[in-house]
């Protein structure tokens, strides 16, 4: 599909402002905490001791490790992101999967990330973050009749409007690419 025909596709339909920035329920990127002021390397905060901790040696649960994960993928500490991924408990769990994915994918690894967007949809076929993420690898490939499968994916899932959709939409659009 020429880019041309894609853009006819996607232009029509303005982006309105992206509804859910990816993994929160905000629509704003990760606003920095301690993990990324304070902390160095592969740690991150712990509220209840007060200091950046090592994830591996923490108590820290696995939603705290995510939102730990989401904000140094977004400050650009991609190796301390996969760091603090590979301490999580459940490395088959979709949303690990898919910040596997992302984090590879910003480091340039593109099949490495295809590899992990796979994984994150066979678990899960709905995990329309997945789906945003990977189609938005495709754009950076110039694969766009590939992300525009996806975007329509999201939206047969019912992700309309969703930051997925949008930024996906967006990205086919522009050819810019989300870093959260």
């Known amino acids: 599909m020429r880019i041309a025909t894609a853009l006819a596709l996607v232009l029509p339909l303005s982006l309105p402002g992206l509804a859910l920035a990816a993994g929160s ?13 304070s902390c160095t390397g592969v740690q991150v905060w712990d509220e209840k001791v007060q200091k950046c901790v090592d994830p591996k040696k923490s108590d820290l649960g696995s939603d705290t490790l995510y939102e730990a994960v989401r904000e140094l993928a977004y400050a650009g500490r991609y190796t301390d992101a ?12 979709d949303r690990v999967l898919t910040y596997w994915g992302f984090t590879h994918r910003k480091m340039g690894h593109a099949d490495q990330a295809q590899a992990f967007y796979d994984k994150a949809l066979a678990r899960n ?32 899932r019912g992700g309309e409007g969703t930051w997925a959709e949008a930024s996906l939409r967006e990205a086919i659009r522009t050819g810019a690419t989300y870093s959260y």
């Open 25 to 37: 329920d905000s629509t704003t990127p990760p606003k920095p905490t301690a993990t990324t002021q």
């Open 82 to 93: 996969q760091a603090v991924l590979a301490a999580m408990p459940d490395q088959s769990d």
């Open 125 to 156: 076929p709905d995990n329309l973050l997945a789906r945003s993420y990977m189609g938005q690898g495709l754009v950076a490939q110039g694969r766009i009749d590939g992300a525009i499968a996806q975007w329509r994916e999201i939206k047969a």
